[in-house]
């Protein structure tokens, strides 16, 4: 008779052979929360300047330009879609219907921050508290469709969940003393403190609407996007360092808070995606252009992007890291998707990436449900 340690091991070897076979996601949805980086539309009909529904923004899409990713192509959360196995985009939620949001929604907004006044410079921007609420409205939806509360609690626990927020709470926040008294309030360490905090208690919000497993992706090296040298300077790092070392501040008091919710929240596995780790290790992988942007960058836009009076932008995209002055082109998404989905270095994620996430919580619920027992005569 086969003991109940090998049944487990059978079970786990069937699931490693099925997580290989392609065509079918390693999870039923993915909810995207984020900025720029992820946004794919929701910024299209807002009253804002930060918007991206036009050329060159989109050049290299599938479908077309003018889809409102700030990007030339596909933006970070449509390479990670397409990593766990879904076949097409996750929608936006401005234009999300019907059964579609079985399968995800994407909530990002470009320049929206932790903390609600981030952005407003620009105008209208969904931030994270409005994206939490959204999420919210995307869970009745759902409930409305499976009529079952157990089911719809159940769909959320397996769900990948991404969150890409902070920059803007720097760079159209504590950085800009033109229009926010943030800087004036708090020093560098009290400001990311608070910020950390207030981001806990959003995390801790997703994971009581359901979440499990969330990849958080922490600050990268803001001191070092085109816009910033050009408006602070260089040091001698090639970037301003003060800024980078506001951001180390930042990414230090989240892997606490990190540990704290994973320590302390019921079978939560959050996760850190390390963008200062996955922008400078590794090899380059064609990257020759690292410090400008590939568009026309214009002053009657938002801040750093891209103009919007119909000049192309480069033909060597695939080269250059930097669409517009904030925003990675198509290829620097690819590598960045790619290297938080699988990490190549051990500093890229933390504690593990989000293949070997997905994977562990599987075994973990092959353990739980797995009943067996053994019998001696």
Known sequence: ?????????????????????????????????????????????????????????GIDFPNGPQNGRFTNGRNKADFLAELIGFNSSIPPHATARGNEILRGVNYGSGVAGIRSETGYRWGDRISMNRQLMNHQDTILRINSILRNITATRSLLNKCLYTVDMGSNDYLNNYLDS??????????PD??????????????????????????????????CLPEETRTYGRNASGCVDF???????????????????NTNLPNARFIISNQTSISTGGPPIGFTVFDSPCCIISNTTAKGQCSNNGQTSCSNRNQYVFFDNFHPTEA????????????????????TDIRVSYKLNIIKLLYKNIVCSEKTT
Request: glycine content about 4%; proline content about 4%; charged content about 15%.
């Open 332 to 351: 620097a998404n690819r590598a960045i998707a790619t290297r938080s989905y699988t990490a190549l270095l051990p500093t890229d994620s933390y504690p």
């Open 243 to 261: 800024i980078n070392n506001y951001v180390q501040l930042f990414n230090q008091k989240l892997k606490v808070s990190i540990d704290n919710l």
């Open 190 to 223: 009290k400001f990311a403190t608070i910020l950390v905090q207030q981001f806990e208690r959003q995390l801790r919000v997703i994971f009581t609407n359901g979440a499990r497993k969330v990849a958080v992706s922490n600050i990268g090296l803001l001191g």
């Open 1 to 57: 008779m086969s003991s109940c340690r090998d049944h487990i091991v059978l079970m786990i070897s069937i699931f490693i052979m099925f997580s290989m076979v392609k065509g079918q996601p390693q999870v039923p949805c993915y909810f995207i929360f984020g900025d720029s980086i992820v946004d794919n539309g929701n910024n299209n009909n807002l009253i804002t300047t930060a918007k991206a529904n036009y050329f060159p923004y």
């Open 178 to 187: 033109r229009y926010y008294l943030s800087s004036q309030l708090y020093t």
